[in-house]
């Protein structure tokens, strides 16, 4: 469980990284180096990218999951819940599995993406 709650954070962060990723202006061409370049630090492993999209309920998940899952989102705070959906909705794929169910990202309370690229979202519906 706690696993899942570990991934949900991280996805919250891989998906509001993929987010201003998109924001970003493409790079200015820059003039040819003239020496050879340095060698480039060791990058950061990728994120997977998304295979499938899962969405649960949290009332759905073990109570000790849930309470886990309900301190987590008051740690993250408005603003990173807010990150989190702009991210899905700038995330098609994300986007559209949310639709078939008849859900928007304003539902969505927290995500957990797998090394395998297996999303999902957590939603709580409106009370």
């Given at each position: 469980m706690r696993k899942t709650i570990f991934f949900?954070?991280?996805a919250s962060l891989a998906l509001a990284g993929a987010a201003s990723a998109q924001q970003q202006p493409a790079p200015q061409p820059s003039p040819a180096p003239t020496a050879p370049a340095?060698?480039?630090?060791?990058?950061?492993?990728?994120?997977?990218?998304?295979?499938?999209?899962?969405?649960?309920d949290i009332t759905e998940l073990p109570k000790d999951t849930q309470t886990q899952v309900n301190q987590i989102v008051a740690q993250r705070?408005?603003?990173?819940?807010?990150t989190l959906r702009k991210s899905i909705d700038?995330?098609?794929k994300v986007k559209s599995a949310l639709e078939a169910?008849?859900?928007?990202s304003a539902q969505v309370i927290a995500a957990s993406l797998q090394p395998n690229g297996a999303l999902t979202l957590i939603t709580k519906k409106a009370s």
């Open positions: 949900a954070a991280a340095p060698a480039a630090p060791k990058a950061q492993p990728a994120v997977p990218s998304i295979q499938s999209v899962s969405i649960v705070g408005d603003a990173g819940l807010q700038a995330t098609p169910k008849g859900m928007s």
